[in-house]
């Protein structure tokens, strides 16, 4: 008797992201456009471009929002605090993300942010727990980091689902979506590898950060697990910044043996890296790679365009408002404890080819 065929694995549902990329456009206009955001200067065929590969691709389209017929002046609500959004584009693509589901789902996002002032927190928290129809509460941070949830904070998880983004609580007292750090870092590395390049750099950010140890982690293991050595002297600490990429790129192809490919820790640094090699002479990707990391919007305008791992900031917004509302519905206020990291795909440009040699 033969073997039962396998049924293949369920297709994975396409998000945004899939969107952007197969429609050349960024994650905002894809938002802009589906959610027929009224205000947004975009060419008519743009929004069309956008709305057939949506369709194309099975994206589910957004849903009208929630139905004020039964309660016009108090629909529900999701609290979102978050310490900061005016110094990085990533938390306000969260934003975007939680608030499209929000949408999806029926509520309304009311967002806050306090400057990681604890009289702040106390205020926003405040005045959040006394809006008619809050459902949940989502507490966002800039970096991924591990935080000390306030008191008042704390003392909601006791009749309302709290959900963390980007940050995750010793404690383990409320749900975490974090990104996939050390999977994306190991993706990455682990495609210069199948591309042919055995010296591969590697231009770290700040050390200290959760972000660059677990990108760090995921290029080792990339490199472990092709039983190529590490050379501490291609791994280099920078700051996020295009001149630390820059820097660290000029010794890097000084050195004897230079490595073929650049894997840097931010799409930043990845831009610094270009101009060092285009100062260099050396082309990319004839001469040497580079990969970058985010799918920040410069990356589709560098020459060439930039090959990257896309910080899936829309998604982790989506999955924590998607991880409070089933802890609402699940009864009782708490939704359940758990780490939920999300992936960020690859996003291949023209920067990565095989090594000459």
């Known amino acids: 008797m033969s073997p039962a065929k396998k049924s293949p694995p369920p297709a994975r549902r396409p998000t945004m992201t ?18 027929r955001v009224s205000g947004a200067r975009l060419a008519a065929e743009t929004r069309a471009r956008v709305l057939d590969t949506a369709v194309q691709l099975g994206y589910q389209l957004p849903r009208r929002g929630p139905d004020t017929t039964a309660d016009a002046h108090h629909p ?17 693509v969260s934003i975007d993300g939680a608030r499209d589901a929000a949408w999806q789902q029926g509520c309304v996002l009311h967002i806050a ?31 991924t980091r591990e935080v000390q949830l306030p008191l008042t904070l704390t003392s909601s998880l006791q009749d309302l689902p709290v959900v963390l983004l980007n940050c995750h609580d010793p404690a383990h007292s409320a749900p975490a979506v974090v990104p996939a750090e050390l999977a994306g870092g190991h993706a990455a590395t682990e495609h210069l590898i199948a591309q042919g ?15 660059a140890k677990d990108r760090l982690k995921g290029y080792r293991r990339a490199l472990a697990t092709a ?78 365009p930039l090959s990257t791992v896309v910080l899936p900031n829309y998604e982790m917004g989506q999955a924590a408002v998607e991880l409070l509302l089933q802890g609402r519905r699940a009864g009782g206020g708490r939704s359940p404890r758990a780490l939920t990291k999300v992936d960020g795909p690859l996003v291949l440009r023209g920067s990565v080819a095989p090594p000459k040699h």
Not at 18 to 35: E, F, R, Y
Not at 76 to 92: K, N, R
């Open 227 to 304: 039983d190529l050595p590490l050379d501490p002297a291609l791994v280099c600490d920078g700051d996020w910044m295009s001149g630390s990429g820059f820097r660290h790129t000029l010794r890097l192809m000084q050195r004897p043996g230079p490595p073929t490919a650049l894997f840097c820790a931010n799409d930043l640094m990845a831009v610094g890296a270009l101009e060092a090699l285009k100062q260099l002479g050396l082309r990319v990707p004839e001469d040497v790679s580079v990969m970058g990391y985010d799918d920040q919007e410069i990356a589709r305008h560098t020459h060439p």
């Open 76 to 92: 529900p609500v999701i609290g979102y605090l978050v310490d900061e959004i005016s110094t990085s584009p990533h938390p306000v």
């Open 197 to 211: 390049h055995r010296r591969i750099a590697f231009i770290n950010g700040e050390p200290w950060m959760e972000a």
């Open 113 to 143: 942010v306090t400057r990681n002032n604890p009289e702040q927190e106390a205020a926003a928290l405040a005045a959040l727990r006394s809006l008619p129809g809050l459902v949940g509460l989502i507490y966002s941070t800039i970096f």
């Open 18 to 35: 899939d969107v952007a990329q197969a429609a050349g456009v960024s994650q905002s206009t894809v938002s802009m456009v589906l959610n």
